[in-house]
C-alpha cells in the first residue's frame, strides 16, 4: 500500500514526515547565527545589472540600475558595429575584528580619577554580509546601424541611462540606364 499524500484527520502522516523540511528551513537561520561566520571567506559575486532596452523609430535607449557606482567604475565602448558592451566593477570594504571581553585602563597622565575607568575596545563581527560586489559585463547587440559619434551616456541616482541613435540610412536610389 502506498503512503497517504495528502494527510487527513483519519490518517495522520507520520511525525517524522516534515522533519527535512525544518530542517532545510532552520539552516538558513542557524547561517546568520553562525559564530564563526566569516566574511572573507565569501567569495565576489558575478553582478548581472538589469537593463531596460527599447527601440524607438531612430533611436535605441538602454536604462539600468547600477547604485553606488560612479561613472569611474563603468566603462562602455563598442565592441564592433553593432554591439554595446557596458562593463564595471563594484567594491565594498569589510574589516574584520575579532569581539573581545577585555577592556583597557584609560591612559591620562593629568588625571588620577580616570585611572580606574574602563573603556571598551571598539570591535564588530558580520553577523550577514548581503551588499554584493565584484564585476559586471553586459552585452547588447543592435539590429540596425548606429551613430557611435552621437552616443550620450548619463549616471543620475545609480540609473546609467544610454542613448544610442541609430545611422542614418540612406535611401536606395535607382540608376537610370541611358
Excluded: W
Excluded at 51 to 63: K, N, P, S
Excluded at 119 to 141: L, N, Q, W
Amino acid at each position: 500500500m502506498f503512503p497517504l499524500m495528502c494527510p487527513s484527520a483519519r490518517h495522520p502522516p507520520p511525525a517524522d514526515i516534515y522533519e527535512p523540511l525544518l530542517e532545510a528551513l532552520s539552516f538558513g537561520q542557524q547561517s546568520l547565527n553562525y559564530p564563526q561566520f566569516d566574511p572573507a571567506l565569501s567569495a565576489a559575486c558575478v553582478i548581472n545589472p538589469r537593463f531596460d532596452f527599447r527601440e524607438t523609430h531612430d533611436a535605441y535607449h538602454l536604462d539600468g540600475e547600477l547604485p553606488g557606482l560612479t561613472q569611474k567604475d563603468i566603462d562602455i565602448e563598442f565592441s564592433d558595429s553593432h554591439t554595446l558592451v557596458i562593463k564595471g566593477r563594484t567594491e565594498r570594504e569589510y574589516h574584520r575584528t575579532e569581539p573581545e571581553n577585555v577592556t583597557e585602563k584609560a591612559e591620562d597622565d593629568n588625571n588620577t580619577e580616570n585611572d580606574n575607568k574602563d573603556v571598551k575596545k571598539d570591535s564588530h563581527r558580520y553577523r550577514a554580509r548581503e551588499r554584493i560586489f565584484g564585476e559586471f559585463r553586459r552585452t547588447f547587440s543592435f539590429t540596425s546601424q548606429v551613430n557611435q559619434d552621437a552616443v550620450k551616456a548619463s549616471l543620475k541616482n545609480g540609473v546609467l541611462s544610454i542613448h544610442v541613435p541609430k545611422a542614418i540610412t540612406t535611401v536606395a536610389k535607382k540608376v537610370v540606364i541611358e
